[in-house]
């Protein structure tokens, strides 16, 4: 059974408009993370946990907000959606040395 | 700063053939050095680890990598593939210390293993 699971699967949202991607891990990891992969590209890291109720920036934030309700849960708001932020995310939970990955929600903005 | 290096973008073998993708990274302490694969329209999934030890890890599917210090490389490895090893590895890099786990991964090496 999936471990970390993300939903949507997919989602066009309109620009400007607003779009929340949801992750719920049943790791029991403390850390959580938000990836972005674009077309023949590798990831990059936009917000990352380690506890609940706290988020930290990643390499790219700029756009993006983060919510760590829980230890369960992690999950990405885009406010004001752009075609820039056309992609496909993954959400993970790790433990020392080993990252676990959702299945990755394809989100285009149009 | 933390960096990993993939310098082959692509890498394109026969099936049964042996297949090297490198890896090199900069980290200054203790780290965690991992790969992960990644099929066409899929997630990543882990493939293998190191920490200490024995500096040849063995993974999943035959696959091994290979730790050196000096060179600050963890390359991976296979002895014979198979067609069903076409696609995206990535290889990544973390710190040991409580609050330090952020992951860096490198920007992925295509693998295509032609039939």
């Known amino acids: 059974e999936a471990a970390v699971t993300q939903s949507p699967r997919s989602k066009v949202a309109v620009t400007g408009g607003k779009v929340t991607l949801s992750c719920h891990q049943t790791?029991?990891?403390?850390?959580m993370y938000w990836y972005r992969q674009d077309t023949g590209h590798g990831l990059r890291l936009i917000h990352y946990s380690y506890v609940a109720d706290s988020t930290e920036k990643g390499d790219i934030p700029d756009g993006y907000k983060a919510s760590r309700p829980s230890q369960e849960n992690f999950s990405l708001i885009l406010e004001l959606a752009s075609l820039s932020q056309t992609a496909v995310y993954f959400c993970a939970s790790s433990e020392p040395g080993e990252v676990f990955f959702g299945k990755g929600t394809r989100l285009t903005v149009v | 700063t933390q960096t990993v290096s993939q310098s082959d973008a692509h890498v394109t073998v026969f099936e049964g053939d042996s297949v090297e993708l490198r890896c090199n990274y900069s980290?200054?302490?203790?780290?965690?050095l991992s790969w992960y694969i990644q099929h066409h329209g899929h997630g990543l999934q882990f493939l293998l680890k190191?920490?200490?030890?024995?500096?040849v890890v063995q993974g999943v599917n035959g696959f091994e990598a290979e730790f050196s210090k000096s060179d600050s490389s963890f390359h991976l490895r296979k002895a014979s593939v198979h067609w069903s090893d076409s696609a995206v590895y990535f290889c990544?890099?973390?710190?040991?210390?409580?609050?330090?786990?952020?992951?860096?991964f490198g920007a992925g090496t295509r693998l295509k293993v032609i039939a």
């Open positions: 790791n029991n990891h403390d850390y």
């Open positions: 990544a890099v973390s710190g040991v210390n409580t609050g330090n786990y952020k992951y860096v």
């Open positions: 980290y200054g302490g203790s780290i965690y």
């Open positions: 190191y920490y200490s030890g024995n500096p």
